[in-house]
């Protein structure tokens, strides 16, 4: 089943892992190159194809500097590693074309060590910057890889874990993807030859898997050591004793000191179990020796015969092991090349914005979901309601557009019923205190009612009164006090100035002389009264 990370990269990035199959495996050293072919049958490792190819001697010798480790110019010419490898893969029929490489002591180098146990956001910084104690070459001209994994607490009961690093020159890993461009390849992977081994020895005894154990090495006078605690490759160590190894040379090989070294350095478990192959002819001595030094038991192995081949020795392993990359699990994810990799610091942006973008979507799915409910809700309630003959006939017959045109008409009609009802005083009640406020010799020859109804801007009208009258007094500026003083009895009284804030006053007059001669007496006295008029204008304050 995928992991989280694997489904993050196939979603954010499209980056999907290796699809399991054939794959080669290619280990490279300046002297040597092994291309091998191999799979899983039944359990068992099965060896199809295994070519050693010895590279010819360059066209200039490697300065010293050239042939030490992690040098650029240790894989030499490209041109004389393409020749020789042209030459041999096109003797036999490979079924992929997938390569792992793996690379020799030389060409990559391995450390693994502990520090306080950190968030996984702080391991680029915090790893590589550990790192730089024990690697003697500066990192901005190295590719690298590393990969953290979590130990038992101190005796201090401090959180710790372990950080395994392998890095090769920059140049050499650019070599290397352009040599497999020229020969048709695909590069999937690019490791250091202790991972290989490792996964090939746990390969074959699954059992072993995840324990304490170590490994010698014999290639003549070669002598490798690996010491492995968790799936993991934490110690490995390399010497040249001679054209072959005696005996007398375990006091140089030190391997109780390696013990030690990784128990009490890297917090390695007590190793269970030494293991012992290679192509030195006292073999069971030297098991019998390590087995006495180590105080644990210690087996030789017959690797050659249970992978089915003749003979094999370290980079033989190495590049079965990378061949088997994909058809057996592993603890070790290093890859130099970080073919398809997603960075740390990427992919955690890229899970913060997907659990964002996941939040975001429950909410809208739950508010979408009450919306639904509730929408199926209300059809219940309105299925339920019996529809009126009166208004199943007034719909009948008639289309979309009509039914909504006319529901607007009315909806105009009840809301213009709601004005005039909201702003309907009693019209007794004002009538009569408009006549209470009347003085005496004043009166009304007509009284004007506006409704909200009249107007069509019914939303922008008010109530109205309009009220015209006229006065007699024994002057002109008798009869127009007396109009003022009937607009502020008005104001005064209580329901009148509630409903109508502004009152306004219009006079007119005509100039009669009341002591006029020769004027009939009623044409005098009509007059007289339509000396003086007014118009009294009430609204709302403000209108």
């Known amino acids: 089943m995928p992991s989280l990370d694997d489904w993050i990269d196939r979603v954010a990035f499209g980056k999907a892992p290796s699809k399991p199959g054939p794959a080669l495996g290619l280990y490279l050293s300046p002297e040597m190159i092994y291309v091998c072919q191999a799979r899983l049958d039944a359990g068992a490792v099965a060896v199809e194809h295994l070519l050693r190819v010895p590279l010819p001697a360059a066209d200039k010798p490697l300065s010293s500097a050239a042939t030490g480790t992690l040098s650029a110019e240790t894989l030499g010419e490209e041109g004389r590693l393409f020749a020789a490898l042209k030459q041999s893969l096109s003797q036999v029929r490979w079924s992929s074309k997938r390569v792992f490489v793996t690379l020799s002591h030389q060409l990559g180098l391995l450390r693994y060590f502990t520090m306080p146990s950190i968030a996984s956001r702080f391991w680029s910084a915090a790893v590589l910057l550990e790192a730089k104690k024990y690697i003697p070459i500066p990192l901005d001209s190295l590719s690298h890889d590393f990969q953290v994994a979590s130990l038992p607490p101190d005796v201090q009961d401090r959180p710790r874990q372990g950080a395994l690093v392998a890095v090769a020159q920059r140049k050499t890993v650019l070599s290397v993807t352009s040599l497999l461009d020229k020969l048709g390849l695909t590069l999937l992977g690019l490791e250091v030859a202790p991972c290989s081994v490792l996964r090939l020895l746990e390969t074959l005894d699954p059992g072993r898997s995840g324990s304490a154990y170590g490994q010698v090495h014999f290639d003549g006078g070669n002598i490798r050591i690996l010491l492995a605690d968790r799936g993991l490759p934490i110690f490995f160590r390399e010497l040249f004793l001679g054209a072959e190894a005696s005996l007398s040379d375990q006091r140089k090989i030190d391997l109780s000191g390696c013990v030690r070294f990784a128990q009490k350095q890297l917090s390695s478990r007590v190793q269970s179990q030494l293991l012992l192959s290679g192509n030195a002819p006292d073999l069971k001595q030297w098991s019998d020796a390590f087995s006495s030094e180590l105080g644990m038991p210690a087996q030789a192995q017959d690797l050659p015969r249970r992978l089915g081949v003749k003979a094999c020795d370290w980079g033989g392993y190495a590049a079965i092991g990378a061949s088997l990359r994909l058809s057996t699990p592993s603890a070790i994810t290093l890859d130099l090349g970080r073919i398809g990799r997603v960075g740390e610091d990427e992919r955690r942006a890229a899970r913060d914005l997907l659990a964002v973008s996941s939040a975001i979507a429950l909410f809208l799915s739950l508010l979408g979901a009450w919306r639904f409910l509730d929408c199926r809700s209300l059809e219940r309630r309105l299925r339920r309601e019996q529809i009126p003959p009166m208004a199943a006939a007034a719909f009948q017959g008639k289309s979309q557009t009509q039914i909504a045109a006319l529901l607007d008409k009315m909806g105009g009609q009840a809301q213009a019923a709601s004005l005039a009802l909201r702003h309907a005083p009693k019209t007794t009640a004002l009538i009569q205190d408009i006549v209470k406020a009347m003085p005496d010799n004043l009166w009304l020859t007509e009284l004007k009612v506006n409704s909200p109804l009249r107007r069509q801007d019914m939303m922008e009208d008010s ?72 118009q009294v204008t009430m609204k709302e304050k403000g209108q």
């Open 463 to 534: 109530p109205e009164i309009i009220l015209s009258g006229r006065a007699q007094g024994p002057s002109v500026a008798a009869e127009q006090d007396m109009a003022f003083a009937f607009r502020q009895q008005l104001l005064k009284t209580p329901e009148l100035a509630k409903t109508f804030g502004d009152v306004q006053i219009a006079l007119s007059g005509k100039a009669v002389d009341a002591k006029q001669q020769g004027v009939a007496p009623d044409i005098l006295r009509r007059r007289l009264e339509e000396r003086t008029s007014f």
